[in-house]
């Protein structure tokens, strides 16, 4: 070495990291010109860890704390560099800096619907969106599987990968459950937890711990909802359950009360008459049974035309208990419900 270049050599006695700019997961200790001397203080702050790399191999890794390098406190850098017994000479390797603190409040959603198994409508398509939290759990794969030896590595970076992986296990947890959809919707706290679990697993893989996941909304697209109108055409033409049928009666019984009642009369207007009053009952009935009975058809002998018989009469006192039944399950507002109770009163007395 000429004397020039020794001269031009600074050594380091001091490495720390102090972490100046916001959003840095990963930073390697500028090196060039450089070479750390034997008994060189590492600083390692509270939220940070440090690591040693050797010519691409990682060597020691450092919790928070005042490290003297030596011999003793680098074991693994001391046997990649056979040093014998002490390193008298400074020399070079990569230092790593990681930061361990907590990211808080990360936006995640689902800019494309994805599309899961569910247990009522077979295959539906749902937007969601929420917040989560992580921070870098294991440094030597997060390392390995993401930041390398770049020489600074953002969340922003790393988010975008997240993401991806968010969306992809969101889709299998959510289809390999047996909640339906109806009741994730009603309750984000039971979905939150379903996909947490699961996501949790697939961030330890590259070094990240998932520390929060939540759910603001959740919502089906446009189309989807025209399409369950129609009975989810896929569904009828391989034919629903009774149990599946049952389900999508209870959701478009829980849908059309409220557009009658925005409907000229109201609610009221159910009441109009005897026959139209039967009908809604049989039709309540069917739509809070538990199942739907569907007898195979029995061929029958050839009867002679006879008049349509009219439809059965459903008492009034039977109409009330079953408009109160709505109420209580939440189907119909009080309002609603008192017009209705009012019409029905008159006429019983009259």
């Known amino acids: 070495m000429s004397i020039g270049s020794f001269i031009k050599k600074q050594f380091i006695d001091v490495l720390q990291w102090n972490e100046e700019a916001e959003g840095v997961l990963a930073w390697r200790f500028p090196m060039q010109d ?16 440090a690591v040693f790399v050797n010519e691409g191999t990682i060597a020691d890794v450092f919790g928070p704390g005042t490290h003297k390098l030596t011999t003793q406190t680098l074991p693994v850098l001391t046997n990649l560099r056979n040093w014998d017994k002490f390193f008298d000479s400074p020399f070079k390797s990569d230092v790593y800096y990681f930061s361990t603190r907590i990211q808080t409040g990360r936006k995640w959603g689902t800019p494309q619907p994805i ?11 749902v937007r969601a969106f929420g917040m989560f939290s992580y921070r870098v759990a294991d440094a030597r794969k997060f390392f390995t599987e993401i930041s390398g030896t770049r020489e600074v590595y953002t969340r922003d970076e790393v988010e975008d990968q997240l993401r991806g992986l968010l969306m992809s296990t969101m889709a299998s947890s959510l289809g390999g459950s047996n909640v339906a959809f109806l009741d994730m919707a009603a309750n984000q706290a039971l979905m939150a937890s379903q996909v947490k679990g699961d996501l949790a697993a697939a961030f330890a893989r590259y070094g990240i711990g998932l520390d929060e996941f939540n759910v603001a909304s959740v919502s089906l697209p446009e189309e989807l909802q025209a399409a369950l109108d129609e009975r989810i055409s896929a569904g009828m033409k391989g034919g629903l359950s009774a149990d599946k049928m049952g389900g999508f009666t209870k959701f478009q019984v829980a849908t059309s009360i409220p557009m009658a009642a925005q409907n000229e009369g109201g609610l009221a207007g159910i009441g109009a008459g005897l026959g139209a009053g039967a009908v809604l009952g049989q039709a309540m009935a069917q739509g809070m049974g538990n199942t739907m009975a569907q007898p195979a058809p029995v061929p029958a002998a050839p009867a002679a035309p006879a008049a349509p018989a009219a439809p059965p009469e459903v008492s009034i006192e039977d109409r009330l208990t079953k408009l109160k039944g709505m109420l209580d399950k939440g189907l119909i507002s009080a309002a609603d419900y008192d017009s209705t109770k009012a019409e029905l009163l008159k006429k019983l007395i009259g």
């Open 115 to 125: 599309t899961i198994r569910d247990k009522d409508f077979d295959m539906i398509r």
């Open 34 to 49: 450089f070479e750390i001397q034997n008994g060189a203080i590492l600083n390692v702050r509270e939220s940070q860890v």
